[in-house]
């Protein structure tokens, strides 16, 4: 039985990936000044981080509609698909995994949904898992998503606290203490939670905190260097990993510009890894 993968666009998997895998991608909404973008359309990721430190009203994201999800089902299932295994950005995080579950009941028991507990490639590294998988059947598939989530890290070190503070993620008396003392913090997305692990006071002290982190592990299956449209800093973070773990490192590392609707609430210079132990 032909297996339909779907996702949605915080997945931040690269477009080669997605074509070559078949995969159904269903894109969030950004939300600037009232005006509503499909993420990935209309603004590109490079200028909406350039014009973010400047917007007067902090931009907003919100979920795909249930026809969204409905439309990419039903696509899938007139292709051919006997089922859809359809994995999503973390529940706690978002409402995401309630409007999948709720495009779902439309189709009854042929639409598997799944929380991913993960953002951008935390969950991208899933949903490639699981379209690796697709031609082995449903529980092959669901088999290789839960073993992918129990060796993924995520870690991220923030350039300020200012733009989690603004979507309540941390206390407002944090975050603005935070940019008095410009604190950069370090934080770990696990379980659908994010949790603060350190605090820094530079870029540079940042960078090797990462490091520090990726070094603790063992040989890696996957890695995507993530960023916020800090490409320079990404690569030369990229390059540092390369000269120290070398014979620990994938072939293929991803290097991504993290998607509009996760930077709207991290904010512009960040860095970030996620990684698959092998």
Do not use: W
């Amino acid at each position: 039985m032909k297996l339909g993968i779907v996702t949605d666009s915080t997945c931040d998997l690269p477009p080669y990936l997605i074509e070559e895998h078949g995969i159904e991608v269903v894109p969030c909404v950004l939300i600037i000044d009232g005006k509503e973008y499909a993420d990935g359309e209309g603004i590109s990721r490079e200028e909406f981080y350039k014009q973010l430190p400047a917007l007067r009203r902090a931009p907003s994201t919100a979920a795909p509609s249930l026809s969204e999800f409905a439309v990419r089902y039903q696509r899938l299932l007139d292709g051919g698909c006997g089922h859809i295994l359809s994995v999503h950005a973390a529940g706690p995080l978002t409402s995401m995994i309630g409007t999948a579950q709720r495009a779902a009941l439309e189709f009854g028991s042929r639409v598997t949904v799944v929380d991913s507990l993960s953002l951008s490639l935390g969950l991208g590294f899933q949903v490639l898992a699981a379209a690796e998988a697709a031609e082995e059947g449903l529980e092959v598939a669901l088999a290789a998503v839960e073993s992918t989530r129990l060796r993924l890290h995520v870690f991220a070190a923030l350039d300020t606290l200012e733009y989690v503070r603004r979507s309540g993620r941390v206390p407002s008396a944090l975050g603005m203490l935070g940019s008095l003392l410009s604190i950069k913090p370090i934080i770990e997305l696990t379980e659908g939670r994010v949790k603060t692990i350190a605090a820094v006071r530079t870029t540079r002290q940042a960078n090797e905190r990462m490091l520090s982190f990726m070094r603790s592990g063992g040989k890696l299956m996957r890695l995507a260097i993530l960023h916020t449209n800090a490409e320079k800093r990404a690569r030369e973070f990229l390059n540092g990993l390369m000269l120290e773990m070398n014979q620990s490192l994938p072939r293929d590392i991803l290097l991504v510009n993290v998607t509009t609707v996760i930077g709207t609430h991290v904010g512009p210079n960040g860095l970030g890894f996620a990684a698959v132990r092998d």
